[in-house]
């Protein structure tokens, strides 16, 4: 995500994966679709096993919940993708991410946002770029750089699967 000063707030995109709640930075977010077509990719891990059809162009789809050990779902009625643009290996990538649930476009203030605690998460701390309180519930915001950087060390990857968008 952005470098942003201690005080500006985030302008995100919150969504629901296996009941948590995840917030992106509203400015990777290039589109949130309804569930599209998917074409499996053989050999390729759990993270990023399809690729999907995004107006002419093949991008990867990745499954979050892979990333935090989260059991898969059946699509739902208001299962979406969410289609962001990252920057992978210096240039920007198109990349579709399951949510189960896509909420709203929200400002996080900085001044309920923590660094993820070491200890007593049920989910890996570097995946985790900050949490925010909000209403009595805790929003994730995930650090999409060590989550593609540790999942792309196998196998087939976000980074070789981008390739294919040439």
């Known amino acids: 995500m952005n470098t942003e000063t201690a005080g500006d707030p ?22 949130v679709l309804d569930l599209l077509p998917e074409t499996g990719v053989p050999g390729a891990p759990p993270f990023v096993s399809a690729v999907i059809n995004f107006r002419g162009r093949i991008i990867p789809l990745v499954d979050l919940r892979v990333a935090f050990d989260m059991e898969a779902a059946e699509p739902t009625i208001d299962s979406r993708i969410v289609v962001i643009e990252y920057d992978l290996d210096g240039e920007p990538t198109l990349i579709g991410l399951r949510a189960d649930k896509v909420h709203e ?15 007593g998460l049920q989910w890996r701390a570097d995946f985790i770029r900050l949490l925010a309180r909000r209403d009595g519930d805790v ?3 995930p650090d999409l750089d060590q989550i593609f950087a540790a999942r792309g060390r196998s196998g087939a990857s976000v980074t070789s699967l981008h390739a294919i968008q040439s």
């Open 10 to 31: 985030i302008e995100a995109l919150t969504f629901d994966l296996r009941g948590e709640t995840f917030a992106l930075e509203a400015g990777l977010v290039r589109e």
């Open 139 to 141: 929003i994730v915001i």
């Open 105 to 119: 476009v929200t400002t996080i203030d900085r001044a309920v946002t923590e660094e993820a605690p070491r200890v």
